[in-house]
């Protein structure tokens, strides 16, 4: 039960996440396209106010499930290795640990792990990551 419940927040926490990147990257482009450059960086300040405050949280509470989930499912190594179901997960968490920990050291913290400033990467690992966890039990 507690186990549902923990995959339940985790998919809420993706959604939110997901959700912003998907906006982000997809959408909120086409702003600056029609309102020019200097109205767009006020528009984006007006939202991203409320989003600061919903979408790091978001993203912490991602990999804090994550990590309570991971022991539970990843069970023991064979003797012929990993299996696929395990490297998959394995793979999909530490995609998620990485961006986890450059969201966390981002936001909080101001440190750009590598010089990108756009959502472009975070989104693309996220569709990775979506990927990754429907081809786990292929
Ligand atoms: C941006 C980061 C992440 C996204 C978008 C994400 C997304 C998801 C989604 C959509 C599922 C449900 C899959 C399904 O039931 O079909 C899931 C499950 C899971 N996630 Fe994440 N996740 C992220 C980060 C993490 C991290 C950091 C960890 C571990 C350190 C983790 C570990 C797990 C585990 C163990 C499951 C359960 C797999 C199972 O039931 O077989 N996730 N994740």
Same mark, same amino acid.
């Given at each position: 039960?507690?186990?549902?419940?923990?995959?339940?927040?985790? /998919?809420f926490a993706a959604f939110i996440y997901g959700g912003f990147l998907f906006t982000d990257n997809?959408?909120?482009?086409?702003?600056?396209?029609?309102?020019?450059?200097?109205?767009?960086?006020?528009?984006?300040?007006?939202?991203?106010?409320?989003?600061?405050?919903?979408?790091?949280?978001?993203?912490?509470?991602?990999?804090?499930?994550?990590?309570?989930?991971?022991?539970?499912?990843?069970?023991?190594?064979?003797?012929?290795?990993?299996?696929?179901?395990?490297?998959?997960?394995?793979?999909?968490?530490?995609?998620?640990?990485?961006l986890g920990l450059r969201g966390f050291l981002q936001v909080y913290f101001g440190i750009q792990?590598?010089?990108?400033?756009?959502?472009? /990467?975070?989104?693309?690992?996220?569709?990775?990551?979506?990927?990754?966890?429907?081809?786990?039990?292929?």
């Amino acid at each position: 039960m507690t186990f549902i419940l923990i995959k339940t927040v985790h /998919l809420f926490a993706a959604f939110i996440y997901g959700g912003f990147l998907f906006t982000d990257n997809l959408f909120c482009s086409k702003i600056e396209r029609t309102y020019g450059n200097e109205k767009y960086k006020e528009i984006r300040e007006s939202f991203m106010k409320y989003v600061r405050k919903v979408v790091p949280p978001s993203l912490i509470v991602l990999v804090i499930t994550g990590i309570y989930m991971f022991p539970q499912v990843f069970g023991t190594v064979g003797n012929e290795g990993l299996s696929w179901f395990q490297k998959v997960v394995l793979l999909k968490a530490l995609l998620g640990l990485w961006l986890g920990l450059r969201g966390f050291l981002q936001v909080y913290f101001g440190i750009q792990p590598f010089v990108f400033k756009s959502h472009r /990467l975070p989104l693309i690992l996220v569709v990775s990551i979506l990927i990754l966890t429907q081809i786990r039990y292929l």
